[in-house]
């Protein structure tokens, strides 16, 4: 596993007011085992896939593409040799099922890995900017419980949650692509212009993930692009690879989330 430099940060103090701004209206990245537990828990999960072009290997020291490297599987699209990043995450609509009227967390002592780390950066790589974050500014005054001293987390607790997750983003990339595989699920969105977003029959979902942590024989599949931006639709085609228009899919299962600014 490649060891990423963090981020020079600044010393940061953080006191949570309870505002219950981080449960509103967002996507709840989860694990595989977190993803079968919100399931049963009744509530839906959904399977995000972005795909990257990987002609060539990246240069040792290309520390953003080797992260995405050990999060991702080698793949094809068309005659297009890619990396498919897969990832799964809860729709939360207006808020989180779980946030109650007092904005006090209904199943905290069992909260998702992401939920227990805010606000910290899981991503090594990023500097954590609190204007990023949906807390109010009275959170990160003075005097609040210290976060972040001389670029490093304060908690020992945290910082090692923070390399649990990170550790499990890479165990789970194959099992994550042998979940697609059995869920025939082949579109991706072009890396950093947005995420293809499948909703899958969710019984159908917990039963895959249930299988895919277990090693089994698969076929490499070919994978598709979705795409909004006509320059990009260009370029993927005339590298080989198809690609959908994002406008044009026409599917309850498959959404297409662009992101912000593009």
């Not at 996507?27 to 509530?43: F, G, K, Q, V, Y």
């Not at 991702?72 to 729709?91: K, Y």
Request: charged share 20%.
């Amino acid at each position: 596993m490649t060891r990423c430099t963090p981020a020079s940060r600044d010393d940061l103090d953080f006191h949570c007011t309870q505002c219950g701004k981080c449960c509103e209206e967002l996507w709840l990245p989860l694990s595989i085992a977190e993803a079968i537990t919100w399931i049963r828990d009744s509530n839906p999960v959904a399977v995000f896939c972005q795909a990257i072009p990987w002609p060539d290997e990246p240069a040792p020291d290309n520390l953003p593409a080797l992260y995405k490297r050990e999060r991702s599987c080698a793949a094809m699209a068309g005659t297009l040799p890619v990396r498919v990043l897969v990832s799964l995450a809860a729709p939360q609509g207006n808020h989180c099922p779980n946030l109650q009227a007092d904005k006090r967390c209904a199943i905290y002592p069992r909260r998702p890995s992401v939920c227990r780390a805010y606000p910290a950066e899981p991503n090594p790589l990023l500097q954590l900017l609190p204007q990023q974050r949906r807390c109010p500014p009275e959170c990160w005054q003075a005097g609040g419980e210290p976060l972040i001293r001389e670029g490093e987390y304060v908690d020992a607790g945290l910082r090692q949650l923070l390399s649990d997750v990170g550790g499990r983003a890479i165990i789970e990339a194959a099992p994550l692509q042998r979940l697609c595989a059995a869920l025939e699920i082949h579109v991706a969105a072009l890396a950093n212009e947005g995420f293809a977003v499948h909703l899958p029959d969710q019984n159908a979902l917990c039963t895959a993930l249930e299988q895919c942590t277990s090693p089994q024989d698969s076929h490499p599949q070919d994978w598709t692009f979705i795409a909004h931006m006509p320059a990009s639709i260009e370029a993927i085609r005339a590298c080989g690879a198809q690609c959908i228009q994002a406008d044009s899919a026409g599917d309850h299962t498959l959404q297409y989330i662009r992101l912000a600014g593009l």
